[in-house]
């Protein structure tokens, strides 16, 4: 059973962030640099996330560390990604 789960775990984790990713892309936000930079910006910390993962034994193989880091890193930051559009003043309602 140990086999089993360390088998399926990469592909477990790379489904739910490609789902993430695949939401986040499917929702109507306004593509601009800022978001661009904020999804880098996950994917390096990402990275360095898999690089420390790597380090503690999670898997064998180091490449499975250095090509799910950034996957994540850049589903995390799609899902806290801050709306740097300002708001209308007439869309809250105030005159």
Do not use: Y
Not at 17 to 42: C, F, P, S, Y
């Amino acid at each position: 059973m140990k086999d089993f789960a360390t088998a399926a775990l990469p592909w477990i984790l790379i489904g739910l962030a490609l789902a993430i990713l695949a939401v986040n892309h499917g929702m109507e936000r306004q593509q601009d640099e800022k978001r661009g930079a904020w999804i880098a910006t996950g994917a390096a910390l990402g990275l360095l996330l898999g690089v420390v993962l790597n380090g503690c034994g999670l898997w064998e193989d180091h490449l499975l560390g250095f090509a799910i880091g950034p996957l994540w890193g850049m589903a995390l930051a799609a899902l806290f990604t801050r709306d740097t559009a300002p708001k209308d003043k007439n869309e809250s309602g105030q005159s």
